[in-house]
């Protein structure tokens, strides 16, 4: 057994005009020869991977069964699709395509978002002390 163990300092932005930390990870996406580097926010609220539309569209990701959704600030439309995610660097890394869902809508929508499917492959653990999120992984 190899075992993947990452950490990640959480990442400090103004937001409603204070400044807070989230645990925000570097990841690299990929499709069919287009990648660009993005922080992730880890959300253990959020139930898929979003990834929001503006990439998506770059990506020229393909968009299929669409369907609405529902947050704590309404409903909105999303549709179905795959990405590649790359987590790491070197021997400790994580790559692999994922399923993804792609929200119509824009403004809370506007990050990339790895909900609880992601977590199904790690042990995620966040330290908020210390503003540190560690993921392990037996493979």
């Known amino acids: 057994m190899i075992f993947l163990s ?7 932005e103004k937001f409603k005009n204070k400044t807070s930390y989230f645990p ?6 990929y499709n069919e020869g287009i990648s660009i580097e993005t922080p992730a926010l880890l959300d253990s609220g ?8 503006e990439i998506a569209e770059e990506f020229e990701l ?8 529902e947050s704590w600030t309404g409903k909105f439309k ?3 699709s795959r990405i ?16 993804c869902i792609v929200p119509d809508k824009k403004g ?6 790895l909900g609880r499917s992601f977590f199904r492959f790690f042990e995620i653990t ?6 540190i999120t560690k993921l392990k992984r037996l493979v």
Do not use: C
């Not at 925000?24 to 996406?29: C, D, M, R, S, Y």
């Not at 968009?63 to 959704?69: E, I, K, S, V």
């Open 6 to 12: 990452l950490s990640f300092r959480y990442r400090k």
């Open 24 to 29: 925000k990870i570097p990841v690299l996406l």
């Open 46 to 53: 959020a139930t898929d991977l979003f990834i929001p539309k």
């Open 62 to 69: 393909n968009l299929r069964n669409p369907d609405t959704a």
């Open 78 to 80: 999303v549709w179905e």
């Open 84 to 99: 590649g995610i790359v987590v790491g660097k070197g021997s400790q890394t994580f790559r692999k395509v994922l399923p």
């Open 108 to 113: 809370e929508h506007d990050q990339v978002v």
């Open 126 to 131: 966040f330290n908020e002390d210390k503003k």
